[in-house]
């Protein structure tokens, strides 16, 4: 009777493994295919960036970019939108409240954010390197600070009909 028993489990067992086994190799194999399918990764992501031929991203840079590096103070008037959300007063050391800061202070202060470093980080940049996020155009500028990552993230959206830069985010 043990014996019997003991074949009995065995068999079990062994055709339970086998099955297993067998299991397991097929997931691995779908998990392996959806690795290798760029699709899935785009529907999978959090985060979704896309490029669109709906937004012409050239029109975008020569517009609301480029009159950053120019320091067009004239053109950013018409493209950056107040209140201007983000951390640009400390990063130009404005010293008072966060809701204390207004569009003259970005503009008498635009220098101390836009310095060489940011112009010339930017130069490095084209509309190629603005990326589409849901509604916005996002552009990122970084660099090393002190062994540490730092940078600038530019938020754009469509307010009236035309791209305004709304955010000016550090990030690091």
């Known amino acids: 009777m043990k014996k019997g028993l003991i074949i009995i489990l065995t068999l079990v067992i062994g055709f339970g493994l086998v099955w297993w086994f067998n299991e397991i190799n097929r997931f691995t ?76 202070d970005f503009f008498e202060n635009y220098n101390k954010l836009f310095d060489d470093k940011i112009i010339r980080l930017l130069k490095k940049l084209n509309y190629q390197d603005a990326e589409i996020f849901e509604s916005e155009i996002l552009v990122g500028i970084g660099w090393e600070q002190d062994g540490f990552e730092a940078g600038i993230i530019f938020r754009y959206k469509k307010i009236d009909g035309k791209w305004k830069l709304y955010v000016i985010q550090a990030v690091g």
């Open 29 to 104: 194999g779908g998990v392996i295919a959806d690795a290798n399918n760029p699709e899935l990764h785009l529907k999978d992501s959090i985060i979704k960036i896309k490029k669109s031929n709906s937004i012409d991203l050239k029109e975008f840079w020569n517009e609301s970019v480029e009159p950053m590096i120019q320091k067009d103070k004239e053109k950013l008037k018409e493209i950056v939108e107040f209140p201007l959300g983000g951390e640009w007063g400390f990063m130009m050391e404005l010293k008072k409240d966060e809701n204390e800061w207004t569009q003259s």
